[in-house]
Each structure stands twice: as C-alpha cells, then as structure tokens.
C-alpha cells in the first residue's frame, strides 16, 4: 500500500519546538519532492515548506522562514520538519505530501499531489 503516514504532533506551549516526521511505505521518498502543509479550523491548507527529491532546494511559507526548517533522510524514507519557536498561530493539522519539483516550487495544495498523509494535530497553547 502506497501511503504516508505524519508523526511528531502534540501540544507545546509558545516558544516551544516540535519535529514533525513523515515516512513513505510503498514507495520511496527518492525521487519526489516533498511538501509539508497545515489547516487550522475554518480556515483553507496552506504550503508550510517544500524539499526537492535530493534535498538541494528547500521552500518555505514566508510565515514559518527562520523558525521551521525541512529536511530528508532517504535512506529511512522519511522528511522531517524541525518546528521552533512556535506561535499559537501555527496550531493546526499538518500534512505532508509526495509530488513533483515543479509543485514544490508553487508549494500549492490545490495541486495534484500524488499522495498524502493523514494528517498530525499540532497545538501551541499555554
């Protein structure tokens, strides 16, 4: 089965950091870029950051640079997004999913991206 599966979510309080992992069964992670997205309630997904298949080009939502950083291990299938210094405004369900370079560029969620995970709920609350 052909699938993501996100982990690392939970509640920190502000300020404080999570590292979010998302692991590809099925397939490998080694030619596809990867894109982490979130959707808090009522409100549309939106690009968080993006990874190329090889890791030499990263892309960031202007409202996570400096504090988020993505990163890959294919040898364990697997992308990570390192999350400091969080605000009460990135609480929502991120989700990561597996496309093409040209996607991780425009870092759109409405784009066809070949797969996605189930989603991991992080909360930033005192």
């Known amino acids: 089965q052909l699938q993501l599966v996100e982990s690392g979510g939970g509640l920190v309080q502000p300020g404080g950091s999570l590292r979010l992992s998302c692991a590809a069964s099925g397939f490998t992670v080694d030619y596809v870029a990867i894109g982490w997205f979130r959707q808090a309630p009522g409100k549309e997904r939106e690009g968080v950051s993006c990874i190329s298949y090889n890791g030499g080009s990263t892309n960031y939502a202007d409202s996570v640079k400096g504090r988020f950083t993505i990163s890959r291990d294919n040898a364990k299938n697997t992308v990570y997004l390192q999350m400091n210094s969080l605000k009460p405004e990135d609480t929502a369900i991120y989700y990561c999913?597996?496309?093409?370079?040209?996607?991780?560029?425009?870092?759109?969620?409405?784009?066809?991206?070949?797969?996605w995970g189930q989603g991991t709920q992080v909360t930033v609350s005192s």
């Open positions: 999913a597996a496309g093409s370079q040209a996607m991780c560029v425009l870092l759109n969620p409405h784009a066809p991206w070949n797969y």
